[in-house]
């Protein structure tokens, strides 16, 4: 099993979180909320309106998101879904725990506690527009959130 880290459309809520609950895909448990250690700019990008972590460490906000217990096959449907690894990069990341709930820690350790350091992938990118670095940075993505950007689902895309 792999950690994985989300912060965009895959979250509980938001409009591909039934792909991670789509037994056909794989088994993706939920784990916990967790924030990145890193600042990295997290922008709503594109005709589509997608979220894109975009893989500039340093810059940005510390974005939250959360880390999901993904088996082989869930990972290698992630890596199809991210467009990995032509669109996204499916990269390590440090993060901070916020609240866990289940799962063992990393490498079989014990329930990390709140602000513990562990590292779980993500998908991040180094194929995105030099103009996207001067869009706003969001520490914490939500479709439905108050920027009025419509995200425009895969199946309703032209």
Not at 18 to 34: I, T, V, Y
Not at 40 to 49: H, K, S, T
Not at 60 to 69: N, T
Not at 111 to 137: C, D, G, M, R
Request: proline share 7%; hydrophobic share 35%; with cysteine.
């Amino acid at each position: 099993m792999t950690h994985v880290f989300v912060y965009g459309t895959l979250k509980r809520g938001q409009p591909n979180y039934f792909r991670m609950m789509d037994r056909g895909n794989g088994k993706a448990q939920f784990c916990g909320s967790a924030r990145t250690v890193d600042r990295f700019p997290l922008v709503i990008a594109g005709r589509y309106n997608i979220p894109f972590l975009l893989n500039v460490p340093g810059k940005g906000q510390q974005v939250k998101g959360e880390v999901y217990c993904v088996d082989a096959q869930m990972l290698k449907f992630l890596d199809e879904f991210e467009g990995c690894p032509h669109m996204y990069q499916r990269i390590p990341v440090k993060l901070e725990v916020e609240e866990w709930v289940g799962g063992d820690g990393p490498a079989s350790g014990p329930k990390p506690a709140a602000k513990s350091i562990i590292e779980a992938f993500v998908y991040s990118t180094t194929t995105y527009q030099p103009e996207w670095l001067n869009l706003p940075y969001f520490d914490n993505y939500d479709a439905h959130g108050d920027h009025g950007l419509v995200y425009v689902d895969r199946e309703s895309r032209d």
